[in-house]
């Protein structure tokens, strides 16, 4: 099973940028061209919900509407990290971010669907101030 390592969170003032990282230890080269790595968030009052979604076969990416134009996810299969780009941070973002992996075919109907999702990080926590 995919081991997933999340790191980069941080407090940051409304406007401001911060990329989180995400190591993927065990994940094959098979996989790393074959897989579906993602960013979820969750807070106390909402349920985790998908933030942006990347193909590794396609390298289709697929966001939420409220971070559309705003994050960027990207992977470095080389180093076998996932990363997201966060950038115009506002205190909406305020939340602790999770990457996840399942092996196989990703689509965007999975923001909508953590539990499909079989390997998950422990969390990094994200905080924007306004």
């Known amino acids: 099973q995919v081991q997933l390592v999340e790191s980069g969170g941080g407090s940051v003032q409304a406007g401001g940028s911060l990329r989180l990282s995400c190591t993927a230890s065990?994940?094959?080269?098979?996989?790393?061209?074959?897989?579906?790595l993602g960013w979820f968030r969750q807070t106390a009052e909402k349920e985790r919900a998908g933030v942006a979604l990347?193909?590794?076969?396609?390298?289709?990416?697929y966001y939420s509407e409220s971070v559309k134009g705003r994050f960027t996810i990207s992977l470095d299969s080389a180093k076998r990290t996932l990363y997201l780009q966060m950038n115009t941070l506002n205190p909406e973002d305020t939340a602790m971010y999770y990457c996840?992996?399942?092996?196989?075919?990703?689509?965007?109907?999975?923001?909508?669907?953590?539990?499909?999702?079989?390997?998950w990080g422990q969390g990094t926590q994200v905080t924007v101030s306004s």
């Open positions: 996840a992996h399942i092996a196989g075919y990703c689509s965007r109907a999975w923001l909508d669907v953590p539990g499909v999702f079989r390997s």
């Open positions: 065990k994940l094959t080269a098979a996989s790393a061209s074959s897989d579906c």
């Open positions: 990347l193909s590794t076969g396609t390298q289709s990416q």
